[in-house]
């Protein structure tokens, strides 16, 4: 028998990551194909066309199938982006644009939830946003709301499922039709086949295997190999953050119980921050730049500290885990990027530098907070296209002053789909398994002493209290 393979597919914010892994978690094929671009219509609208990240995924697929023996292919799991909502028709054709996780328009739907169920509700969570949607555009043909995953894990195999579990309190206070939320299937279980109509689309064989996937940091949380107390990561694709894998701590920052998979007697401490790779793909953008390489190298000649420039990364907003006092979350819709200290000699390879170190503070910001209700990590690991640079690696061993480890695979998303993949056709015994067998770390690198030193002091004296300083003056801006 041929040894099987594993599809990951990763939907990503800006693109779409298909890899193709054996058991072991070696790389046969990897894709990464850009999708429909965000489009930003009016203040807090942020959505996206779910059928251009179909038509990518099956690009992506075609691709990477060209590559390998499709016979060989035994399951296919998808992680995505999210809270990211989507509406289909019966037929599983979407019905308008999705709801990104950055579009946070459905603050009055969720907070009049809020005084229904007697807790606060997050206007960038599912329920209100299906609540807004049914308010704005109450479309008689809307027959499912899915999250970014299960829409794509539901046009391949044509069982429509959600993967994590609904807010019942929420769907209760809504008035919604229950029936339009999917039923529940837990991570790393088989949801059905691979459909002819699908097969064709990807270049793929029908009635292979497809397993439930997961929000896309949880997967790579997994791909990442955190599967044991003081495993760590840093997440690095277009948002970002920090998660530890450690004992319950009560009050600390995790996902909800039962929301999202966990290694067993453990929780995901930490979370994400609204812009990371964002930043960087956003200065891209301004400067012309279609690869990053160039812009990467002219950074690496900037010292330490770029000459005096800092970024503060908020372009999407601000949501901390941990304010300064490490109780209360801060989330702030209004809060904008800044370029601190701008001067006539900066290049833009200064720019380009100042926005590495800016995101990597803004990293440690979820870092501090999560290890002071729980303990530090030995080591942590980097993953997600970020990864990929040696020198933006190197800034977040300085910036955190801990020894930063880069597996062999670091498009991690992919990489823990794929592992839900083995273990939901019982090539691993679960997804736990799955990741210690198909993770290894490739590189170890360690924090220089000086670098470290001038980041701690731009971190405390000029990063932290920067924002405190001007976050009055963002709503004035409109």
């Given at each position: 028998?041929?040894?099987p393979?594993?599809v990951?597919i990763?939907l990503?914010?800006a693109?779409v990551k298909?890899?193709?892994?054996?058991r072991?978690?070696?790389?046969?094929?990897m894709?990464?194909?850009?999708?429909?671009?965000?489009?930003?219509?009016?203040?807090?609208?942020?959505?996206?066309?779910?059928?251009?990240?179909?038509?990518?995924?099956?690009?992506?697929?075609r691709a990477v199938?060209?590559?390998?023996?499709?016979?060989r292919?035994?399951?296919?799991?998808?992680?995505?982006?999210?809270?990211?909502?989507?509406s289909?028709?019966?037929?599983?054709?979407?019905?308008g644009?999705?709801?990104?996780w950055?579009?946070?328009?459905?603050?009055?739907?969720a907070?009049?939830?809020g005084k229904?169920?007697g807790h606060?509700?997050d206007?960038g969570?599912y329920?209100?946003?299906?609540?807004r949607?049914?308010?704005?555009?109450?479309?008689p043909?809307?027959?499912?709301?899915?999250?970014?995953?299960?829409y794509?894990t539901a046009?391949?195999?044509?069982?429509?499922?959600?993967s994590?579990?609904?807010?019942?309190d929420?769907?209760?206070?809504?008035?919604?039709?229950?029936?339009?939320f999917?039923?529940?299937?837990?991570p790393?279980?088989?949801?059905?086949?691979?459909?002819?109509?699908?097969?064709?689309?990807?270049?793929?064989r029908a009635?292979?295997?497809v397993?439930a996937?997961?929000?896309?940091?949880?997967?790579?949380?997994?791909g990442?190999?955190l599967?044991?107390?003081?495993d760590s990561?840093?997440?690095?694709?277009?948002?970002?953050?920090?998660?530890?894998?450690?004992?319950?701590?009560?009050?600390?920052?995790?996902?909800?119980?039962g929301?999202?998979?966990?290694?067993?007697?453990?929780?995901?401490l930490?979370?994400?921050?609204?812009?990371?790779g964002?930043a960087?793909?956003?200065?891209a953008s301004?400067?012309?730049?279609?690869?990053?390489?160039?812009?990467?190298?002219?950074?690496?000649?900037?010292?330490?500290g770029?000459?005096?420039?800092?970024?503060?990364?908020?372009?999407?907003?601000l949501?901390?885990?941990?304010?300064?006092?490490?109780?209360?979350?801060?989330a702030?819709?209004?809060?904008r990027?800044?370029?601190?200290?701008?001067?006539?000699s900066?290049?833009?390879?200064?720019?380009?530098?100042?926005?590495?170190?800016?995101?990597?503070?803004?990293v440690?910001?979820?870092y501090?907070?999560?290890?002071?209700?729980?303990?530090?990590?030995?080591?942590?690991?980097?993953?997600g296209?970020?990864?990929?640079?040696?020198?933006?690696?190197?800034?977040?061993?300085?910036?955190?002053?801990?020894t930063?480890?880069?597996?062999?695979?670091?498009?991690?998303?992919?990489?823990?789909?794929?592992?839900?993949?083995?273990?939901g056709?019982?090539?691993?015994?679960?997804?736990?398994?799955?990741?210690?067998?198909?993770v290894?770390?490739?590189?170890?690198?360690?924090?220089?002493?000086?670098?470290?030193?001038?980041?701690?002091?731009?971190?405390e004296?000029?990063?932290?209290?920067?924002?405190p300083q001007?976050?009055?003056?963002?709503?004035?801006?409109?």
């Amino acid at each position: 028998m041929s040894e099987p393979l594993f599809v990951g597919i990763d939907l990503g914010t800006a693109r779409v990551k298909v890899g193709i892994f054996d058991r072991q978690g070696h790389q046969h094929a990897m894709r990464i194909v850009p999708h429909a671009g965000l489009m930003t219509v009016e203040r807090g609208e942020v959505t996206q066309d779910a059928a251009g990240w179909w038509h990518a995924v099956c690009k992506a697929l075609r691709a990477v199938s060209a590559e390998v023996d499709v016979d060989r292919i035994a399951a296919i799991a998808v992680c995505g982006q999210g809270p990211t909502l989507v509406s289909t028709d019966a037929r599983l054709h979407p019905r308008g644009l999705a709801l990104t996780w950055m579009d946070k328009r459905a603050t009055g739907e969720a907070a009049a939830l809020g005084k229904q169920i007697g807790h606060s509700v997050d206007p960038g969570h599912y329920v209100a946003k299906a609540l807004r949607l049914n308010h704005v555009d109450p479309d008689p043909r809307r027959r499912w709301y899915f999250q970014s995953w299960d829409y794509i894990t539901a046009r391949l195999s044509g069982v429509p499922h959600a993967s994590s579990t609904w807010f019942e309190d929420e769907l209760a206070a809504s008035g919604l039709p229950r029936d339009h939320f999917p039923p529940y299937v837990a991570p790393g279980q088989p949801v059905g086949s691979l459909t002819e109509a699908a097969a064709r689309s990807c270049g793929l064989r029908a009635g292979v295997p497809v397993v439930a996937g997961t929000n896309d940091g949880i997967a790579s949380c997994i791909g990442a190999g955190l599967t044991e107390r003081g495993d760590s990561v840093i997440l690095g694709g277009t948002s970002g953050g920090f998660v530890l894998c450690w004992d319950p701590v009560p009050g600390a920052w995790a996902p909800p119980p039962g929301t999202y998979p966990e290694p067993p007697g453990r929780r995901y401490l930490g979370a994400s921050i609204s812009s990371s790779g964002l930043a960087l793909d956003w200065l891209a953008s301004l400067l012309g730049a279609h690869e990053y390489g160039a812009l990467l190298d002219g950074a690496a000649a900037v010292p330490p500290g770029s000459d005096g420039l800092l970024l503060l990364p908020y372009i999407a907003g601000l949501f901390l885990p941990y304010t300064v006092d490490e109780r209360a979350p801060l989330a702030d819709p209004d809060a904008r990027g800044v370029f601190f200290g701008l001067r006539a000699s900066h290049s833009r390879s200064h720019l380009v530098r100042a926005v590495l170190e800016g995101v990597a503070f803004a990293v440690r910001q979820v870092y501090d907070g999560t290890v002071a209700q729980a303990g530090p990590p030995p080591a942590t690991r980097t993953v997600g296209g970020q990864a990929h640079s040696a020198l933006w690696n190197q800034i977040k061993a300085d910036v955190l002053g801990i020894t930063v480890l880069v597996p062999e695979v670091v498009e991690a998303g992919a990489l823990g789909a794929a592992c839900l993949a083995a273990a939901g056709s019982g090539h691993h015994k679960d997804m736990w398994e799955a990741a210690r067998a198909m993770v290894r770390v490739a590189d170890r690198l360690e924090p220089d002493p000086a670098a470290h030193d001038l980041y701690d002091r731009r971190y405390e004296e000029v990063f932290k209290p920067l924002y405190p300083q001007v976050k009055d003056l963002f709503p004035r801006l409109g």
